[in-house]
């Protein structure tokens, strides 16, 4: 991702900055997305594991990376808190 546009990116929500997520982070959230307990925010089963996401500051929100776009939609993010073990 373009170092330019994650400088300006922010969550929709709480306006915290982002970072994208460490390999450890990646591989942690997808193992969780593989056995079939993660949502979004709306509650919507989460089926297909992530290539690359987006961490708010305080670790507490993952949005996800297609195609090298960022999905910026608070309804689709991915709470943390429902991650055992998620590394911060």
Do not use: H, W
Request: charged fraction near 20%; aromatic fraction near 2%; proline fraction near 5%.
């Amino acid at each position: 991702m373009d170092k330019r546009l994650l400088d300006i990116l922010c969550c929709p929500v709480s306006k915290a900055p982002l970072a994208l997520l460490s390999r450890q982070q990646l591989d942690a959230l997808n193992s969780s997305i593989r056995s079939g307990t993660v949502e979004t925010v709306a509650g919507q089963k989460v089926g297909t594991a992530l290539a690359a996401g987006l961490l708010t500051a305080d670790a507490k929100v993952i949005y996800r990376i297609e195609d090298d776009i960022p999905v910026m939609l608070a309804d689709e993010a991915i709470g943390t808190t429902q991650l055992s073990g998620f590394p911060t």
